[in-house]
């Protein structure tokens, strides 16, 4: 058998078995176009690291992600007392949630062929660290974080965002 043809081989085997090794050398994948206002079922990012308690989605409908799994849009996340989570976005933004972290992923997309979207997080408590990927970099004016009490405009790359649980 030659060398040449092996690789391949390697590495579908390699990708089959490790989920790491599956994402670096996956093809890429074409952005999805704009959803409509609402919709929810659009992926936006992956989870990367759980730690402790987190949980995605609504009261009554919460389930406790595992790395690897969807982020979509309009999508609650929440962490507990010991909880913290790192999402990585299309655009390549991180997010790293503190513990005692709620939040909303209330808009983003990200067109990568114009470079050309929005973002807002709607930070209900808790703190998050944001590391922007392009979209903040290219268009800054539309990359947002609401709290309680501000809105974040960001001219930076990275920062983070605390917010207190209003009483």
Not at 40 to 54: A, C, L, M
Not at 64 to 85: E, F, I, W, Y
Not at 93 to 105: A, E, H, I, Q
Request: aromatic fraction near 4%; hydrophobic fraction near 40%.
């Amino acid at each position: 058998m030659s060398p040449f043809l092996a690789v391949p081989l390697v590495t579908s085997l390699l990708a089959a078995t490790s989920p790491c090794f599956a994402q670096a050398v996956a093809p890429a994948v074409p952005t999805q176009p704009s959803a409509p206002a609402g919709a929810d079922t659009v992926r936006i990012g992956t989870f990367k690291q759980i730690e402790g308690d987190t949980r995605m989605g609504r009261a009554g409908a919460q389930r406790t992600p595992t790395p690897g799994d969807g982020v979509n849009v309009s999508q609650r996340l929440s962490t507990g007392k010991n909880g913290a989570a790192t999402i990585i976005l299309k655009d390549g933004t991180v997010l790293t949630m503190g513990p005692d972290t709620t939040m909303d992923l209330s808009q983003f997309h990200f067109d990568s062929t114009t470079q050309q979207g929005n973002f807002v997080l709607d930070l209900l408590q808790g703190s998050v660290r944001v590391v922007t990927g392009l979209l903040a970099r290219i268009n800054p004016e539309l990359f947002k974080i609401n709290t309680p009490t501000s809105v974040v405009g960001v001219r930076g790359t990275d920062f983070i965002v605390e917010a207190q649980a209003v009483q």
